[in-house]
């Protein structure tokens, strides 16, 4: 028979509670109090790593994007271990600065930087870095930037449709610069004395391989094979993967790969849509998630996936990836033009969510999301119809509202589906 001990009154001392089972006397829980670091592989308690915290669901120690909404909808943070695939926009200009908040997190907070370009220098990209904004200014710089886009809609208190009353609000403002993550100003850059005391490495192609060099097309995939070897002589070389006792690491490294898959890394994925050498990326991403996951590492990936002509290199992509994000620009489409989308920039699409230590991956409940870059701030926020002011609205324009709501996804195309506008 199995002993059981129980605690009454005294179950909040220091004490110990303990099931003994059988005559070995093995006990299911430990002693409260001091603990002692692990001396598993990585030999050092997860939670006292700045930058980071333990996730609510799971326990998965997480570090922040640089974009605390975005964390929000990622389920707390970057899972460490995994890996983020950013698709890129048409003209790559929110995509690189969603890359470079995510570097600047990384200063910010202490962390190792890796950055690997083919297109800039890692330098150049560290000195674009946007500024954090800290305790004595946040609240400033972020009311200043709410009055500047105010809008006259926005002035006057109105009721909305319940369908988004009852949804929970979105963080779009700073707290405390203390939180998990920062906020940023876009229009300032990153101080130079944070630059200098960070310690980062960088992967610059056309220096590891020169122009002149002459490849065969048999070893196309010779840039993917040199930045792994570079990834992984720095992990183990720094002793983020463990394996080294004498250089363990209680600190992240977070790898920042840009612009990946395009022609400037060598591949040929973007040119064709039979093209020969289609496994090259597949195989790069399978090996970086085995040096990810057996390391304290993170990686942000983007890529330009509506350059790919292959659609199944993307879905392969896409599952060899944890956390997939797309953001959709209305540059140079009729969206731009378009009343429905006049107060954003474009769309962002949570495609994929990690679900660890299970087969299948998750999808986020969240729809119809839309990001607008103001003065100084990114924020991301829930896209919503405006409200029909019978008083304002003539009947050409409560058509167009309606045609263009078929442009949504599912949640707002049940709103107002049809030419038939309701009233509320």
Not at 159 to 177: C, D, N, T
Request: aromatic share 6%; hydrophobic share 35%.
């Amino acid at each position: 028979m199995a002993a059981v001990a129980t605690c009454g009154a005294g179950a909040g001392s220091p004490g110990s509670v303990a099931v003994v089972a059988d005559k070995s006397n093995v006990t299911s829980f430990q002693r409260k109090g001091t603990k002692v670091d692990s001396t598993d592989g990585r030999g050092l308690r997860l939670a006292s790593i700045a930058g980071t915290r333990p996730s609510l669901r799971n326990g998965q120690l997480l570090v922040s994007t640089g974009l605390p909404a975005l964390d929000q909808l990622l389920g707390g943070g970057l899972a460490v271990g995994t890996v983020l695939l950013i698709e890129e926009d048409k003209y790559n200009i929110y995509s690189s600065l969603l890359f470079k908040y995510f570097l600047a997190e990384g200063i910010i907070s202490g962390h190792t930087l890796l950055v690997a370009s083919a297109k800039e220098a890692p330098a150049n990209i560290l000195q674009e870095l946007p500024a954090p904004i800290l305790d004595d200014n946040y609240k400033k710089e972020f009311d200043e930037d709410l009055c500047n886009h105010k809008t006259p809609e926005s002035n006057s208190k109105m009721k909305i449709a319940w369908r988004y009353q009852l949804l929970p609000k979105m963080e779009v403002g700073p707290v405390s610069s203390t939180r998990f993550g920062h906020y940023y100003d876009a229009s300032k850059k990153i101080p130079q004395e944070l630059l200098e005391t960070s310690k980062w490495h960088g992967f610059f192609l056309p220096e590891k391989i020169p122009l002149t060099l002459k490849v065969e097309p048999h070893h196309l995939a010779h840039s993917y094979t040199e930045l792994l070897q570079y990834i992984k002589n720095t992990i183990y070389e720094e002793g983020f993967g463990g394996s080294n006792p004498k250089k363990k690491q209680k600190n992240i490294l977070r790898i920042g790969i840009q612009n990946l898959g395009s022609p400037l890394w060598g591949d040929d994925i973007c040119c064709a849509e039979n093209c020969d050498h289609s496994h090259n990326l597949t195989k790069f991403l399978y090996v970086l998630r085995g040096l990810l996951r057996t390391s304290l590492s993170v990686c942000v990936i983007t890529m330009p996936t509506h350059l790919i002509q292959n659609k199944a290199v993307i879905a392969r992509v896409s599952n060899l990836s944890d956390t997939v994000v797309g953001l959709e620009s209305f540059i140079g489409s009729e969206r731009e033009t378009n009343p429905l989308y006049k107060d954003y920039h474009g769309l962002i699409h949570i495609r994929q969510i990690p679900r660890l230590n299970n087969l299948n991956c998750g999808e986020s409940d969240v729809k119809d999301l839309a990001f607008k870059l103001k003065k100084k701030l990114f924020t991301i926020e829930r896209l919503h119809l405006p409200p029909d002011l019978s008083d304002t609205v003539n009947r050409s324009g409560k058509q167009d509202l309606a045609e263009s709501s078929k442009l949504l996804g599912p949640g707002c195309s049940m709103v107002a589906a049809g030419k038939k506008h309701l009233d509320f």
